[in-house]
């Protein structure tokens, strides 16, 4: 087993402070006793039962939640969709350009995919609301929930389908009862990166929302222009618990599947 130096060691250590310190403190502050986010006068969860008569945050979180499930199915469906054709149908033309547009929003800014979004909906007249920023949630998070699944069906042993369709299986019947029962832990860890990306969301939903459709970041945003109160810290402890725990979820789904798999 290879031992980290000195050196390195301390530039991990300053490297996960810079990241999770900030983190950490705002976690803290969310029980302090005092209305002063910067003064620590004593514990408290006060904030947490304040936060839960705070009706406009209470209506953005469940807003969120239902936008957050909605364009995670449709997301982890298409995005399923997708890895099939590409792992299961080889090299066929237009290959490169369907994975292209299928990973994009991988890797553009979120400012450009929220802006083109924007003007397509305007451009086809469409009020904006509750369905368009979960189309825009589903586009953006379509490729994530892409690369996890095929992921999976690079080590799938496609004998068990060819088996199942020497029996007289149809390819939706051998996909329904033996493909999707295998690859099941990848599709639900695709679903939860999903909700976790639209749940955090905050540039794209500020392009392609309207009015009546504040999500949890945008009125958390908007909060923190009037200056943070305790009950910002509550929230936001609270998303990053939940983000947390659908995030760890995820990775035991992964790590239970390759395990099952070797």
């Not at 983190?23 to 006068?41: E, K, P, Q």
């Not at 995670?72 to 290959?95: K, N, S």
């Not at 909906?121 to 609301?129: I, L, Q, T, W, Y």
């Amino acid at each position: 087993m290879t031992r980290l130096g000195p050196g390195l060691i301390l530039a991990l250590i300053v490297g996960f402070a810079f990241l999770y310190l900030p983190i950490l403190t705002l976690v803290a502050y969310s029980f302090n006793a005092s209305r002063l986010v910067t003064v620590w006068g004593g514990f408290s969860t006060h904030w947490y039962g304040a936060l839960m008569q705070n009706e406009p945050l209470l209506d953005a979180a469940w807003l969120s939640i239902r936008l957050g499930f909605v364009s995670a199915t449709l997301a982890t469906v298409l995005g399923t969709l997708a890895a099939l054709a590409l792992a299961r149908h080889g090299r066929f033309r237009g290959r490169t350009l369907f994975s292209g547009m299928v990973l994009a929003p991988l890797v553009m800014p979120e400012v450009v995919t929220g802006l083109s979004l924007l003007l397509l909906f305007v451009a086809v007249d469409v009020e904006r609301g509750f369905w368009t920023v979960t189309v825009a949630h589903a586009t953006f998070s379509l490729g994530f929930a892409c690369i996890v699944v095929q992921s999976r069906l690079a080590g799938f042993d496609r004998s068990l389908e060819e088996a199942a369709q020497d029996l007289g299986a149809t390819p939706f019947v051998t996909f329904w009862t033996v493909t999707l029962p295998l690859i099941w832990p990848a599709v639900a860890a695709a679903w939860m990166l999903a909700f976790t990306l639209s749940l955090d969301d905050l540039v794209i939903a500020s392009f392609t929302t309207g009015p009546g459709a504040t999500t949890l970041p945008m009125r958390l945003y908007s909060a923190v222009k009037l200056g943070v109160s305790p009950e910002i810290n509550a929230a936001c402890t609270i998303m990053i618990g939940a983000v947390a725990l659908v995030v760890i979820a995820a990775s035991l789904l992964l790590k239970r599947e390759q395990l099952a798999g070797s």
